[in-house]
């Protein structure tokens, strides 16, 4: 469902992000994690179609996202570490705006949001406007507004910033849910614990390489670490990398 062909990214001298090969399957949860500065943030502006890489290839649901790229961002679901929102429209309104943005039609739209707001602890404040809104419960609107049109891949960049225990709580099980239902998710995150606990497979970026990648049990064995959590395997293997 997702497929980085030696996905390289410049600015000026800097290689952010150098000549990465990702390939995540239907249905699996996949982690991506890294110190700052790393390029996971840049990674995830390619994949999502944000940014043009310097050099490779982004492939979504089988579709080139230099070659089509209103196909290929139609079938992402995009949840940025720093969503914008326009505070002068309701919640129920910037729903709206981004159903049309994906071609959500009328016939579905209103049941659909209630639904995802009804979930996401929204829906008494639907009609009030998002500038009344704390910092998590736009987290979950904007969460909410990427799953409007039912997308095949979810691309998200620190889904649990701002979310007190309950929002984390069920953005994990909901993302376990859409895994199940054959949804794919890319999902950057510094919170190593939730990385552990959710993902399938993680990668671990470093100076804009991959330098590891698996499951916890082999990112341990490529660490050569006989037991310890994912934050003794990400440190081992950073620390290794040197600065």
């Given at each position: 469902m997702i497929e980085l062909k030696n996905l390289s990214k410049r600015f000026g001298n800097i290689l952010a992000v150098d000549r990465l090969n990702i390939s995540v399957a239907k249905g699996e949860i996949f982690g991506f994690i890294g110190p700052n500065g790393a390029g996971k943030?840049?990674?995830?502006?390619?994949?999502?179609?944000?940014?043009?890489?310097?050099?490779?290839?982004?492939?979504?649901?089988?579709?080139?996202?230099a070659a089509d790229p209103v196909a290929a961002k139609g079938s992402i679901g995009f949840i940025p570490d720093r969503p914008f929102l326009y505070e002068k429209l309701t919640?129920?309104?910037?729903?709206?705006?981004?159903?049309?943005?994906?071609?959500?039609?009328?016939?579905?739209?209103?049941?659909?949001?209630?639904?995802?707001?009804?979930?996401?602890?929204?829906?008494?404040?639907?009609?009030?406007?998002?500038?009344?809104?704390?910092?998590?419960?736009?987290?979950?609107?904007?969460?909410a507004s990427a799953l409007l049109h039912e997308p095949r891949v979810i691309i998200v960049d620190e889904p649990m910033v701002g979310l007190d225990p309950a929002g984390i709580r069920l953005v994990k099980d909901l993302l376990r849910e859409l895994a199940r239902q054959g949804t794919t998710v890319f999902m950057s995150t510094h919170t190593l614990s939730i990385a552990e606990d959710l993902c399938d497979r993680i990668g671990v970026i470093h100076r804009g390489k991959l330098i590891a990648l698996g499951t916890t049990g082999d990112l341990r064995g490529t660490a050569l670490l006989a037991e310890g959590d994912l934050e003794d395997v990400f440190l081992r293997l950073t620390e290794k990398e040197g600065p």
């Open positions: 943030t840049t990674t995830i502006r390619m994949l999502a179609g944000v940014l043009a890489p310097s050099e490779g290839e982004v492939a979504v649901n089988g579709i080139s996202m919640g129920m309104e910037f729903m709206r705006f981004s159903a049309d943005l994906y071609g959500v039609g009328d016939g579905h739209f209103r049941q659909k949001a209630d639904g995802l707001l009804m979930r996401f602890s929204l829906h008494d404040w639907a009609d009030e406007l998002i500038e009344a809104y704390s910092h998590g419960m736009r987290q979950r609107l904007v969460i």
